[in-house]
T-cell receptor, first 113, second 113 residues
Framework: SQQGEEDPQALSIQEGENATMNCSYKTSINNLQWYRQNSGRGLVHLILIRSNEREKHSGRLRVTLDTSKKSSSLLITASRAADTASYFCATDAGGTSYGKLTFGQGTILTVHP | KAGVTQTPRYLIKTRGQQVTLSCSPISGHRSVSWYQQTPGQGLQFLFEYFSETQRNKGNFPGRFSGRQFSNSRSEMNVSTLELGDSALYLC????????????FGSGTRLTVV
């Protein structure tokens, strides 16, 4: 079963604009991760934020985590056509949940040149 | 270094048959997880292996099984295939410290006819 919801389900923007995707989850987590998937291929790990962190940056990516609201957001700044993909948040409960990530339904991002 | 390698990339099987998928993790990674991705259910965790031992299992019927070899390569097997088993099967490897995220393979696209 899915951990939670991602919002929006689809996002269409122009190159150069910022894209924000939101993720909500239901249970306690050890960390939350964001992945990108291009056209039904494998997932690419983008960024990981631990439960005791509130914000993290990596290049054009900024992720926030609010554990009190059980939500996270991913911001992609100055988007490019190459950023067109599906984006998934995934939670890791830690402990004995070895190897198990629980994924959201994903946001389909389309960046128009 | 080489990424996670999954073979074959595509597979077409008939209902009732069985299938074996292979995953070679990143060199040095001892944890291999398997996921099923379908349009309806999204990404769902199948199982995880570490040092040839299954440490975690998702909510799938017993027709889905796996194993890991001493070189950390993993296989998953699906017996008595059903149409609903058509999916993209992804494996992911990690160095054992999940706090660094997972590296996914490109997946095996299984079609059951």
């Amino acid at each position: 079963s899915q951990q939670g919801e991602e919002d929006p389900q689809a996002l269409s923007i122009q190159e150069g604009e910022n894209a924000t995707m939101n993720c909500s989850y239901k249970t306690s987590i050890n960390n939350l991760q964001w992945y990108r998937q291009n056209s039904g291929r494998g997932l690419v790990h983008l960024i990981l934020i631990r439960s005791n962190e509130r914000e993290k940056h990596s290049g054009r990516l900024r992720v926030t985590l609010d554990t009190s609201k059980k939500s996270s957001s991913l911001l992609i700044t100055a988007s490019r056509a190459a950023d067109t993909a599906s984006y998934f948040c995934a939670t890791d409960a830690g402990g004995t949940s070895y190897g198990k990530l629980t994924f959201g339904q994903g946001t389909i991002l389309t960046v128009h040149p | 270094k080489a990424g996670v390698t999954q073979t074959p990339r595509y597979l077409i099987k008939t209902r009732g048959q069985q299938v074996t998928l292979s995953c070679s993790p990143i060199s040095g990674h001892r944890s291999v997880s398997w996921y099923q991705q379908t349009p309806g259910q999204g990404l769902q965790f199948l199982f995880e292996y570490f040092s040839e031992t299954q440490r975690n299992k998702g909510n799938f019927p017993g027709r889905f099984s796996g194993r890991q070899f001493s070189n950390s390569r993993s296989e998953m097997n699906v017996s008595t295939l059903e149409l609903g088993d058509s999916a993209l099967y992804l494996c992911a490897s990690s160095g054992g410290q999940a706090s660094y995220g997972y590296t996914f393979g490109s997946g095996t696209r299984l079609t059951v006819v």
